[in-house]
């Protein structure tokens, strides 16, 4: 195993920190590059490419398969975790007065998507009120177990995307499943930030990016279907195959750009060469050292146990800040030369810090200072 790369591995602006790889990832220099040369080859020969592009397609899931422990027969691409969600939405064949389960904590895309099903079939949506700051994972059960008796779908995070949260995936299953409620797991931030095993996690379904933490171009995620569920999951868009079934029917939706679904192999292929339990450790490590740093310097408290955080961490802006300030302050970082996730939660500003390869302490360091001056000023 080689040493761990750092920032001079990835393609980002030397002037620009970034402490907000969770919301489209960063490229390492070597993935763009094959990248480049795939979009070089489909210009090369566009009919060629693309005749051959399924049959590439299905061996780049043998291989995603492998990395999120799951048969290269049981994933198909999508471009996004939210479209992987909007497909087993519009998969079902919903009954009036049918109840999908979701959480507070969801991502606001993907409850966007929950409603729009809702309001089209005539759906019930609950949204399980799980606590923030959250206790620890039995919290999260305790919210969500009352609402599964009698519902259709459970919706559920494997890691919350403002809040930054790792939820107990496998428990929250066994209890739905328990009750004869299926299950559909918004894993978009998962791969390469935990570790994924789509069998052992037992959802009917399982979607996740893949241009996140694992390091594939965007837009690429994928989406997992149980085999007793693939025969009635169908493609947003149908196509020529559309009649072969899960998983041909999803590999030609027509002409697009297939190379971030493709160049997804080397971005695994990367993190293989250096170690994906090593990334994962040294990234957990860092975001442990900012959560204890920057609530020491901003003088506030962790919002969840250690057991519920991974590579993202989410801690309040000093001051008790409301909402309005998330606009300015994300202004004023970007001014310096941060960029860092600010969200508003529950009235209040928060600040989502992504540990990944291309930051350090230092970077850490400076945002704390800058944000607890800008607060100072400001507050």
Same mark, same amino acid.
């Given at each position: 195993m080689?040493?761990l790369?750092?920032?001079?591995?990835f393609?980002?602006?030397?002037?620009?920190t970034?402490l907000?790889?969770g919301?489209?990832?960063?490229?390492p220099?070597?993935?763009?590059?094959a990248?480049?040369?795939?979009l070089r080859?489909?210009?090369?020969?566009?009919?060629?490419?693309? =005749?051959?592009?399924?049959a /590439?397609?299905r061996? @780049? &899931?043998? *291989?995603v $398969?492998r990395? !999120?422990?799951a048969?290269?027969?049981?994933?198909?691409?999508v471009?996004?975790?939210?479209?992987?969600?909007q497909?087993?939405?519009?998969?079902?064949?919903?009954r009036?007065?049918?109840?999908?389960?979701e959480?507070?904590?969801?991502? =606001?895309?993907?409850?966007? /998507?929950?409603a729009? @099903? &809702?309001r *089209?079939? $005539?759906?019930? !949506?609950?949204?399980?009120?799980?606590?923030?700051?959250c206790?620890g994972?039995?919290a999260?059960?305790d919210?969500?177990?009352?609402?599964?008796a009698g519902?259709r779908?459970?919706?559920?995070?494997?890691?919350?995307?403002a809040?930054?949260?790792?939820?107990?995936?496998?428990?929250l299953?066994? &209890?739905?499943?328990?009750?004869?409620?299926?299950?559909?797991?918004?894993?978009?931030?998962?791969?390469?930030?935990?570790?994924?095993?789509?069998?052992?996690w037992g959802?009917?379904?399982?979607?996740?990016?893949?241009?996140?933490w694992?390091f594939?171009?965007r837009?690429c995620a994928?989406?997992?279907?149980?085999?007793?569920?693939?025969?009635g999951?169908?493609?947003?868009?149908?196509s020529w195959?559309?009649?072969?079934?899960w998983?041909?029917a999803?590999?030609?939706?027509g002409?697009?750009?297939?190379?971030?679904?493709?160049?997804s192999?080397?971005?695994l292929d990367?993190?293989?060469?250096?170690?994906?339990?090593?990334?994962?450790?040294?990234?957990?490590?860092?975001?442990?050292?900012?959560v204890?740093?920057?609530?020491?310097?901003?003088?506030?408290?962790?919002p969840?146990?250690?057991?519920?955080?991974?590579?993202l961490?989410?801690?309040?802006v000093p001051?008790?800040?409301?909402?309005?300030?998330?606009?300015?302050l994300?202004?004023?970082?970007?001014a310096?030369?941060?960029?860092?996730?600010?969200?508003?939660?529950?009235?209040?500003?928060?600040?989502?810090?992504s540990?990944?390869?291309?930051?350090g302490?230092?970077?850490?360091v400076?945002?704390?200072?800058?944000?607890?001056?800008?607060?100072?000023?400001?507050g």
């Amino acid at each position: 195993m080689s040493r761990l790369p750092g920032r001079s591995a990835f393609a980002i602006d030397p002037g620009l920190t970034l402490l907000n790889h969770g919301s489209f990832g960063a490229l390492p220099r070597e993935v763009l590059a094959a990248r480049v040369r795939m979009l070089r080859a489909s210009e090369a020969d566009p009919v060629g490419f693309m =005749a051959r592009a399924p049959a /590439a397609l299905r061996a @780049v &899931a043998d *291989r995603v $398969g492998r990395f !999120v422990g799951a048969r290269g027969r049981d994933l198909v691409f999508v471009d996004n975790a939210t479209a992987g969600v909007q497909t087993v939405l519009s998969s079902l064949a919903w009954r009036r007065g049918d109840r999908i389960v979701e959480t507070s904590l969801g991502y =606001a895309g993907v409850r966007a /998507a929950v409603a729009h @099903v &809702a309001r *089209r079939h $005539g759906l019930v !949506v609950e949204a399980a009120p799980v606590a923030f700051p959250c206790a620890g994972p039995e919290a999260v059960l305790d919210a969500v177990v009352p609402h599964l008796a009698g519902a259709r779908l459970l919706v559920v995070d494997a890691v919350t995307s403002a809040s930054g949260l790792v939820l107990p995936v496998q428990a929250l299953v066994e &209890a739905a499943h328990a009750r004869g409620v299926a299950v559909l797991v918004d894993a978009a931030h998962a791969p390469g930030m935990i570790p994924v095993d789509c069998r052992a996690w037992g959802a009917d379904w399982i979607t996740g990016n893949l241009h996140k933490w694992a390091f594939a171009p965007r837009s690429c995620a994928f989406l997992y279907a149980h085999p007793s569920r693939q025969a009635g999951t169908v493609p947003l868009v149908a196509s020529w195959d559309v009649d072969k079934g899960w998983p041909v029917a999803f590999d030609w939706p027509g002409t697009r750009d297939v190379t971030p679904w493709l160049a997804s192999r080397v971005g695994l292929d990367w993190i293989d060469r250096h170690g994906a339990a090593a990334i994962r450790n040294r990234n957990d490590a860092l975001s442990a050292w900012a959560v204890e740093h920057l609530s020491a310097r901003w003088g506030v408290q962790p919002p969840a146990p250690a057991s519920m955080r991974a590579a993202l961490a989410t801690l309040p802006v000093p001051g008790a800040l409301g909402a309005q300030a998330v606009g300015p302050l994300h202004a004023a970082l970007r001014a310096e030369g941060l960029e860092v996730y600010t969200v508003a939660i529950e009235g209040r500003a928060w600040i989502r810090v992504s540990a990944q390869l291309h930051v350090g302490e230092e970077d850490i360091v400076r945002l704390g200072d800058l944000t607890a001056a800008w607060v100072a000023s400001h507050g």
